[in-house]
């Protein structure tokens, strides 16, 4: 296939936003998507973008796009045996003594120099780099078997949000207010930085700037799938879509994991599905235009599929947060996280089997409720 052939052909993004161990729900979609391909082994999504957790979901793909597959199959590998201590430092002096001789020394202003965070995400970082040959992103590009990947972080010092991509022939960098993207051979400091929830993971620093997690100040999360090609999009995101809220008084003032966990949410949640309905608006006006009007104009119909959990995840969550290490919830229950009102906190950090395996069995009975939408999106790929 030639070049000018490949940037002409029709091209389906997959975007994997954030959320913790929220992300296992991700990993349930996909387990469907495979087993409703006629081909599995073939991958059917040209550009994969990541943000967040949903950032090292997305590189593994990328890793293994020469076999989607062999690619699913490693993150269900990974995903149903996930323990805490996989993604960070839980034992007794890891979580309580170095976190809180951290925050003591900022506050006194006694360190002026290393990390300042809740927890420490070393055992993530030696995990990827055990895991991951992220080399293999250039050669599955190379052979055809993705066009581009993205990964999405946040610059603490510039406000930036920049998409590090790697792509294929006709990708160009780009630049709009407060988001970039930036050709880059993805390393594990860009996974890292895009996972670093804020204050509860260490920021990541990248060339010149320390980044964080890739959600924060990300206004437009769709859109770098859409600059580096897609003209049809899946969006798994971490929470419902739409949610009626409730009607409640109450007379107790929230704890600190209520306040951080709707931080949390409001991070992961708001930006996505506003950017759905603004782009589920211009569809609809470029559907009002004739066709014979429309040849020319900046603006492409982009069809997207969202799939989104059926269930609320702080409830899931507080099935299983005796999971958690001792010390770990140690912490969290200070902080008002070993409850229903806090549990929303607590599900960002449940890197734990029977947490992770439910959301993985949520994500993949939500999309075979939908088989037909999806069967219709998928087929539209290839």
Request: glycine share 8%; with cysteine; net charge positive.
């Amino acid at each position: 296939m030639t070049q000018a052939s490949d940037m002409r052909r029709s091209k389906t993004g997959l975007i994997l936003t954030g959320g913790g161990a929220r992300a296992a729900y991700q990993v349930g979609v996909i387990k469907a998507v495979r087993e409703l391909l006629p081909m599995p082994e073939r991958n059917p999504f040209h550009i994969v973008c990541g943000t967040s957790a949903g950032a090292i979901n997305a590189a593994a793909l990328a890793v293994f796009a020469d076999n989607f597959d062999a690619g699913v199959q490693n993150l269900l590998e990974v995903w149903e045996n996930f323990r805490a201590f996989h993604v960070y430092r839980s034992d007794p002096f890891g979580v309580v003594a170095k976190s809180a001789a951290h925050w003591l020394s900022a506050m006194l202003r006694v360190q002026r120099s290393g990390t300042i965070s809740l927890l420490d995400s070393a055992p993530l970082a030696d995990m990827l780099r055990r895991s991951l040959d992220l080399g293999r992103i250039q050669e599955n590009i190379d052979s055809g078997a993705i066009y581009a990947v993205s990964i999405t972080c946040s610059g603490y010092s510039s406000g930036q949000s920049v998409s590090f991509y790697q792509g294929g022939p006709g990708v160009v960098a780009w630049e709009r207010t407060q988001r970039v993207g930036c050709a880059t051979a993805l390393r594990v400091e860009h996974l890292m930085a895009s996972s670093a929830l804020p204050l509860i993971f260490p920021a990541v620093k990248i060339n010149r700037e320390y980044f964080g997690d890739g959600s924060m100040r990300q206004i437009s999360p769709i859109s770098a799938a859409l600059h580096l090609g897609a003209d049809r999009v899946l969006v798994i995101g971490p929470g419902r879509q739409r949610i009626e809220p409730p009607r409640v008084r109450s007379d107790t003032y929230p704890t600190l994991a209520q306040i951080a966990g709707h931080a949390l949410n409001s991070i992961f949640l708001d930006s996505l599905y506003v950017d759905i309905e603004r782009l589920e608006r211009i569809n609809h006006t470029i559907s009002l235009i004739p066709p014979d009007k429309a040849a020319g104009m900046p603006l492409r119909k982009v069809d997207v599929l969202v799939m989104s959990p059926s269930q609320q995840i702080s409830r899931i969550a507080t099935r299983y947060l005796s999971e958690l290490p001792r010390s770990v919830r140690f912490m969290l229950r200070g902080m008002g996280a070993m409850n229903r009102n806090g549990s929303n906190l607590a599900s960002y950090l449940l890197f734990e089997r029977g947490f992770c395996r439910a959301l993985i069995d949520l994500g993949y009975q939500d999309t075979m409720v939908r088989r037909a939408e999806m069967l219709e999106f998928l087929g539209a790929g290839h």
